[in-house]
């Protein structure tokens, strides 16, 4: 081999090396030298609260970083997609005046009610050879047949009456005085317990009945037998109690402090779990004269239709009293955030922008809260999802959206709340949402 052939070879071979060294040395250059442009930064797809200026693994994860587009979002807001807010049930309303009162919640149960109740008794002394009505519980119609009693009392008034009507038919008799026996005799047989229908039938037939059917006089359910078939009674012996369901007591048990709200006539609404989601509306009809000791509590009676029967007496009902109404600008209890820095809400910036604010609250019940300051008619807010928009808010920028926030700026935060005067009728306060920001709102994010 030449010496020019040598040549041109070492030449091609250490033209070839320093570009691979070239190579090498653009390969393992620092990615931390790199910069990104303006408007843009890196952050991680699992930890989207990272944001940083250079390339790199993600401080929390270690995955690798990507390089994103930053937002011209203000402090306080939240961007969602159409399709976030869809998944997340995010509702919004626009602010007005509602009324809203106070509520006192207190429970009692059903009781029948005492002036619906009807005694059945023994009309005349006998022994009841069959027995109609044998099950408590059991509803009883009007002319329905309770029993059959043989009675040898109301037999001798039935053959008075077949005589009286026999001699009707004499011309030698004194009419006006027979017609007044026969009446006589058809009274007697009505209060031993025959109808007019009997009565009349006994006339055509002329013949005794010796076991009297006895029929029902009213309608309603059985709520005590004290016979049985084969039993004497004597006249005015207690046979059953029919209550009639149509209408229903409730009574409850109403300690000291909460008897200034309650009168004769006072209105409430009642709700009977056992009976359903239905609410109704009662009366109070009577509150005791006495403290009951040692308790120290007044028992109170409410009265509720139930044309349905859908009630039965032995269930538990709670019962709200509402007091102190006022017009006021309120908003359901979900859509305020509570929590030991305050009260606040979520309101719809623009679309699908949403800004976050402080309120101070006032007076507050099962369903609604009183709004003090920090809105104004035509705001337009969150009412359902702000919990889920708060978790999100925190999950894309690692902070909670209430921090930094001048409290000074409300003049009530929540001290001087008018909350509901019974502790059972309180909506419990939300927790702080920066402590549940790992447990919520993982599927909102895309």
């Not at 109609?132 to 002319?143: A, C, L, Q, T």
């Not at 019940?365 to 009412?383: A, M, P, R, W, Y």
């Not at 929540?414 to 549940?436: F, H, L, M, Q, Y």
Request: charged share 20%.
């Amino acid at each position: 081999m030449n010496s020019s052939l040598k040549y041109n070879i070492y030449r091609k071979t250490m033209l070839f090396s320093a570009v691979a060294l070239f190579l090498i040395s653009c390969k393992n250059k620092p990615e931390q030298s790199q910069t990104v442009d303006p408007g843009e930064y890196y952050t991680c797809s699992m930890d989207p609260q990272v944001h940083e200026d250079k390339p790199g693994n993600c401080p929390i994860c270690h995955m690798k970083m990507i390089k994103v587009k930053a937002n011209s979002l203000k402090p306080g807001q939240i961007r969602l997609s159409l399709q976030q807010i869809e998944l997340a049930n995010i509702r919004w309303d626009t602010v007005s005046q509602n009324s809203i009162s106070k509520e006192i919640l207190i429970t009692g149960k059903v009781e029948v009610n005492q002036t619906l109740t009807e005694a059945i008794s023994a009309k005349t002394k006998g022994r009841i050879d069959k027995l109609f009505v044998k099950n408590v519980g059991d509803f009883i119609h009007k002319g329905e047949e309770l029993y059959e009693i043989y009675s040898e009392e109301l037999n001798a008034a039935q053959q008075d009456y077949i005589l009286a009507s026999e001699q009707l038919g004499h011309k030698d008799a004194n009419r006006k005085m027979v017609i007044q026996f026969e009446s006589a005799a058809m009274n007697k047989l009505l209060l031993y317990g025959m109808t007019e229908r009997q009565i009349a039938e006994l006339k055509n037939t002329r013949k005794v009945m010796n076991d009297v059917p006895v029929y029902a006089q009213t309608d309603g359910f059985v709520s005590d037998i004290f016979l049985a078939e084969g039993n004497y009674v004597d006249e005015g012996s207690m046979l059953f109690h029919l209550a009639s369901l149509n209408s229903l007591w409730v009574e409850a048990e109403v300690y000291l402090p909460y008897l200034p709200y309650l009168n004769i006539g006072t209105d409430a609404v009642l709700s009977i779990p056992a009976a359903g989601v239905k609410k109704y509306n009662g009366k109070v009809l009577f509150i005791a004269p006495q403290v009951q000791s040692p308790d120290r509590f007044v028992l109170a009676r409410f009265q509720i239709s139930n044309a349905g029967k859908e009630i039965k007496p032995g269930m538990m009902a709670a019962i709200i009293l509402e007091t102190g109404r006022k017009q006021a600008i309120t908003l359901p209890l979900d859509a305020v955030l509570q929590s030991g820095n305050g009260a606040t809400v979520w309101l719809l910036d623009s679309a699908c922008t949403f800004e976050h604010r402080m309120v101070s609250t006032g007076m507050q019940n099962s369903h609604k809260i009183e709004i003090t300051e920090g809105l104004k008619i035509g705001d337009v807010v969150v009412t359902s999802g702000a919990y889920l928009l708060n978790s999100e808010y925190v999950f894309k920028n690692g902070t909670n959206p209430m921090a930094g926030m001048d409290m000074g700026n409300m003049k009530k935060m929540n001290t001087t709340n008018e909350n509901t005067v019974a502790p059972a009728a309180k909506s419990p306060a939300i927790e702080d949402t920066g402590k549940k920001e790992n447990n919520t709102m993982q599927g909102m994010k895309m």
